[in-house]
């Protein structure tokens, strides 16, 4: 009778306790904005693609040789946040660059290939960033932030 009893007991405390537990879950819509597949193969090279990802923009740039070159001349000691091209995309996809398009300065929305260095430019403050998302001039004082992805074939891309 105890046993019984007792088992009892601990299903209604189950029964009780779990929906306290899963309301602490993420929701779905939350759970669908973690993580965002995209399809790269039609952003052609030198072109941008912007998504919307847990409600931040993202810019996907395709970037030319020139970019990547001219991104990877520059010398650190010119740079306000000190960080390699190299370091800011993944290793054998060097031509796509791709960056949370949110200024660190204010949080404004830089505009793609624009600025004296042609890559964003941040109209509301002045910030200028590079064809790699380093900041050169203006109030911002880091980089654009570049979100965890990887590529999972060829053509696509998971951000999140």
Known sequence: M????????????ACVAWPLVDSLNPSADVLALSSLEVDISNIAEGQSLTVKWRGKPVFIKHRTKVEIDEARAVKLSELPDPQEDQDRVKSGHDQWLITIGICTHLGCVPIVDQGEYNGYFCPCHGSVYDTSGRVRKGPAPLNLEVPNYEFISPTKILIG
């Open 2 to 13: 105890v046993v019984t009893a007792g088992s009892v007991a601990a299903v209604g405390a």
